[in-house]
């Protein structure tokens, strides 16, 4: 499954630049701009929500503080629909506790306004690379939770058990049927997902953190 991604799945970012400082927006669209870099200009988190859907790699340098919806209320949101986004924040007005809470929520990094320029463009490649890279993950991630939801409730139980480490015998006994029933789950579960080997299965499940829900109405 995991073991032959195509590399060339996901387009390259598009940077945004959302702030609501026109002139700071025309600064950074000329700087990036000096180095091939032609960001999306929205001056409010409602415009960049229109503009944005999660369909695709984001570069987001993110003002912390804007009228209506905060910076840090729009990474929120966006936590929502795209985690696999890469955010810059910028700030006038940033102190330690602000920059610490916006990297513990996903942030890639805290810019002080004034910024340095030459530390903005390296910040934005180096998010440009993290966004693409995340977003093949969510991708990959998507993939498997959808196999993973074709399963049978039965079957999901028997792969949770195989996640936690137990080999065939002790599922069998701790759901009460024979080692044979077990294997056939496995083969099952095995075809259903297009998986390579079990063991691909439950490292991609681990690797991506893809949920294996588990009721026994099945």
């Not at 026109?22 to 929500?49: M, R, T, Y």
Request: charged share 25%.
């Amino acid at each position: 499954m995991a073991d032959h991604t195509d590399e060339d799945t996901a387009p390259p970012a598009t940077v945004y630049v959302v702030d609501d400082d026109p002139e700071l927006c025309e600064s950074v669209d000329w700087l990036l701009g000096s180095i091939g870099i032609k960001p999306e200009i929205c001056h409010s988190a409602d415009e960049f929500l229109t503009a944005y859907d999660g369909s695709h790699p984001a570069c987001i340098v993110l003002d912390v503080r804007m009228p209506q919806m905060s910076g840090t209320r729009l990474q929120e949101r966006i936590n929502e629909f795209a985690p696999h986004v890469a955010i810059i924040f910028v700030s006038a007005h940033g102190d330690i506790r602000m920059s610490v809470s916006t990297l513990q929520a996903g942030a890639l990094d805290f810019l002080e306004k004034p910024y340095d320029p030459q530390r903005l463009l390296d910040t934005v490649q180096a998010g440009m690379e993290k966004a693409t890279e995340r977003f093949r993950a969510y991708q990959l991630k998507q993939t498997i939770q959808a196999k993973v939801s074709l399963l049978t409730p039965r079957e999901r139980e028997i792969l949770a058990l195989v996640v936690e480490g137990l080999p065939s015998q002790n599922i069998a006994r701790k759901l009460g049927m024979s080692v044979k029933t077990v294997d056939v789950h496995r083969a099952r579960i095995k075809s259903k997902t297009d998986a390579d080997s079990i063991s691909t299965l439950v490292r991609d499940v681990l690797r991506f953190d893809v949920e294996v829900p588990t009721d026994t109405a099945g």
